[in-house]
């Protein structure tokens, strides 16, 4: 017989609220083992006992059987003296370990739970808050770790005997799961109709009948509130938009199942995926036809995701037996780019005169949360905007250092902190010049810090001195580190992908404040492990107004205008500005000439802007970039050729001249050709000065790897062209993927920097 031995084990990873203690119960049943598993600061510590190949094969299933929400990043076990034990047990979270724990994000409505949610004859049948060790809220709830009921908002609400019996059976998969509940003794939902209240089923089914017969409501969810309405209903349509002053922006909807969802669009195998998984972001996706445009007027592509929750699954169900079957509209629940309403009090503040009532519940939510936001391109899905589902999975770094808290950008603000070898972005925070979004940057950095454990020494922030999130990185305690922009851009494909070795960055995007002063935003950058240097960059125009440029489109062409036919660009564009305020033109046309409130800028957003202009898609915009997304959105179209970008090396700099292209665009326009060609001619011709300028710039580097960020890569269509053409010529290619391309994930690459000590 094999000698008994007793080891004691400590698992790291995402392994607290994902039922890895009764997995671990359960193996140590099946090998017949003695000991115990307990929850601490720095994951799950085992001791156990018995013979010895068994302990060596219990120790090898630990990851190798995992739960399907787990992530086991080490297991390392030492040998300890055996103590006798026969006998198994989950023993009370504690014990002096360091911080090392990973919460666990909010995860998916499972299928076994939805099974439960709609049988009539189930004890848990519409509660709107069923879940189980495999689904149901996690980082939304946390306030502490160890991850534990005491520790969550679930605490002031104790299970019911036949909830007790559930979460103490190891065979249920209800053993252990912190948020269990069912309608004798879990949360419930309060429906507030104008000051009547109605409570319980009866407020999901009126709140059923209220959005078929198409009224806007607003419904807390797991980070916070939706508004919501029926998608095919224009007067709640106008009316929401009317009332979140959102005239054009498109808005996501939700539907009941993966086969509604493809009735209206089609769907690849990934973004089945996407939207089916534990993580369910909206996914946008390309519609049939002319469905439900008017969500996302101009675009081709809808927002959809599915019932991620169990009140979203009940209402669903409800609707069904009032006969509408979806989509609905589900917006964030806010107005303008403030953060999410999270509780009742703040719905009555900020959203009066928008929902006719309030569904809400009595779960509090500790941790506000956005609905994250996924695409496909070039074969892999990517984020656009990281929150709920993400929040707080952890990018594992190739190296470990100091704690780093990195401040992000303005726009589409997050942070990171750091963590050893573990970077932790936040969720979506917004437009830091919103004052709320301030608060919102200082309310949750404070509880993941608690939640981390950590006291950064390193404080990182944006090269922009007037930036509001380097005001904020400037009042933390730590040594600041300033990061350029674009810098940061690239620096967040390095971190995600682990890359060491040097590389070429082209990051294209809408503004970034550069070494020289200037407005940079159309970059080509050489980095290797200690330095960073500008290689090239579109040619620089002028842009009137600044930050206007970015909504009135026809500026920044006015200024490129200038520049591609000199002294005789009215006479040759001058028909494409009919029907513009004739003074503001005349000011602007000024403004440029003397440099007055117009800086340089090599920004490929508003290149991008000024095309939808030439094309006759837009003058101006109602919303960041919708020019832009409504020229993709014309493709595709055959194009016969692709627009000339002018090469060459000015001041030991790479320069991409847009003048041949602008002026080959405006011929196109103003001989009738069709908004679609001109889009399509514009997005072949930058695929190809791009892999042009990247291999200018590699040929005396011998670098053939090349990283593409910004938020220009999020046209599916660009990103896809650029990469296929670099490919052709032998690149080896990395872009965004687990982190937004656009200023989401800027904040990954300031703390990447900080840490490898660029200077």
Not at 288 to 309: D, H, I, K, N, W
Not at 455 to 470: C, E, I, K, Q, T
Request: some cysteine; overall charge positive; hydrophobic content about 45%.
């Amino acid at each position: 017989m094999a000698p008994i031995v007793r080891k004691k084990i400590l698992v790291k990873g995402v392994v607290q609220g994902v039922g890895f203690r009764p997995h671990v119960y359960k193996l140590a049943a099946e090998y017949a083992l003695g000991g115990w598993v307990r929850n601490d600061a720095s994951g799950v510590t085992i001791e156990a006992e018995g013979p010895g190949p068994d302990v060596e094969a219990f120790i090898r299933d630990l990851d190798g059987r995992r739960p399907a929400a787990a992530r086991v990043d080490s297991v390392v076990s030492r040998a300890v003296a055996p103590v006798g034990g026969k006998t198994f047990a989950i023993t009370k979270s504690g014990g002096k370990a360091p911080a090392a724990a990973i919460i666990p994000a909010d995860l998916a409505l499972c299928s076994d739970c939805r099974r439960e949610l709609l049988d009539p004859a189930d004890r848990r049948y519409l509660y709107p808050f069923t879940n189980c060790t495999n689904c149901g809220p996690r980082f939304t709830i946390v306030k502490s770790v160890p991850y534990d009921r005491p520790a969550t908002t679930m605490a002031a609400f104790k299970m019911c005997p036949d909830c007790l019996r559930e979460y103490g059976d190891p065979l249920d998969r209800r053993f252990h799961a912190q948020p269990n509940a069912c309608p004798v003794c879990g949360p419930s939902v309060t429906l507030d109709l104008g000051g009547k209240t109605i409570k319980g089923p009866a407020a999901l089914e009126r709140t059923a009948a209220l959005l078929a017969a198409g009224r806007i409501g607003a419904l807390q969810s797991l980070g916070g509130f939706h508004l919501a309405c029926r998608a095919d209903s224009p007067a709640a349509l106008k009316k929401l938009r009317s009332a979140k002053s959102r005239p054009h922006k498109p808005f996501a909807v939700m539907v009941p199942s993966l086969a509604a969802a493809r009735k209206l669009c089609r769907i690849s195998a990934a973004e089945a995926a996407a939207l089916t998984s534990t993580e369910a972001p909206v996914v946008m996706l390309r519609r049939r036809g002319g469905e439900f445009s008017e969500p996302a007027p101009g675009l081709s592509r809808l927002g959809v995701m599915l019932p991620y929750t169990p009140l979203h699954a009940a209402l669903f169900a409800l609707l069904d037996r009032n006969g509408f079957a979806g989509p609905l509209v589900m917006t964030s629940g806010n107005f303008r780019d403030e953060p999410i309403c999270k509780d009742k009090p703040e719905v009555a503040a900020r959203l009066r005169g928008v929902a006719s009532f309030t569904l809400y519940h009595d779960r509090p939510i500790h941790n506000r949360a956005d609905d994250s936001v996924a695409f496909e391109a070039a074969g892999e899905i990517r984020l656009a905007r990281r929150a709920r589902g993400y929040v707080p999975a952890a990018v594992k770094l190739a190296a470990a250092g100091p704690s780093v808290a990195a401040c992000g950008a303005d726009l589409k603000n997050t942070f990171c902190l750091t963590r050893g070898s573990e970077a932790f972005l936040s969720q979506h925070i917004g437009d830091l010049a919103e004052p709320q979004n301030q608060a919102f940057f200082g309310e949750t950095l404070a509880n993941m810090r608690r939640l981390l454990k950590v006291s950064p020494a390193l404080v990182a922030h944006d090269l922009h001195p007037d930036y509001a999130s380097s005001a904020l990185a400037r009042a933390l305690p730590g040594r600041k580190v300033a990061v350029q922009h674009h810098a940061a851009h690239a620096l967040s494909v390095a971190a995600e992908h682990g890359l060491r070795e040097p590389f070429i960055a082209l990051v294209w995007d809408g503004t970034g404040y550069g070494t020289d002063g200037k407005i940079w935003g159309s970059e080509l950058l050489i980095v290797d492990r200690k330095t960073w240097s500008r290689a090239g960059h579109l040619k620089y125009f002028r842009l009137p107004g600044g930050d206007a440029g970015a909504l009135k489109a026809w500026r920044p062409a006015l200024a490129l205008f200038k520049d591609a036919y000199g002294a005789g660009w009215k006479k040759s564009t001058g028909r494409l500005f009919a029907g513009l305020p004739a003074a503001e033109l005349r000011t602007v046309d000024r403004m440029t000439d003397a440099g007055v409130n117009s800086p340089l800028t090599s920004s490929m957003g508003r290149l991008f802007d000024a095309f939808g202009f030439i094309a006759g898609v837009r003058a101006e915009a109602t919303y960041e970039a919708q020019g832009p997304m409504e020229l993709e959105s014309l493709l595709p179209a055959r194009a016969a050729g692709a627009y000339k970008f002018e090469l060459r090396r000015e001041a030991g700099l790479l320069e991409l001249d847009p003048a041949p292209a602008i002026r080959a665009a405006v011929g196109d326009r103003l001989a009738g050709r069709p908004p679609a060609l001109i889009s399509a001619r514009l997005h072949s011709g930058l695929a190809l000065a791009a892999a042009g300028s990247v291999e200018a710039a590699a040929r005396a580097r011998g670098l053939k790897t090349v990283c593409l960020s910004g938020g220009v890569f999020q046209n599916r269509a660009l990103l896809e062209g650029v990469t296929a053409a670099l490919r052709k010529k032998g690149f080896t290619v990395y872009s965004n993927r687990r982190v937004p391309a656009n200023d989401g994930g800027i904040a990954l690459g300031q703390a990447w920097y900080a840490l490898r000590g660029y200077s």
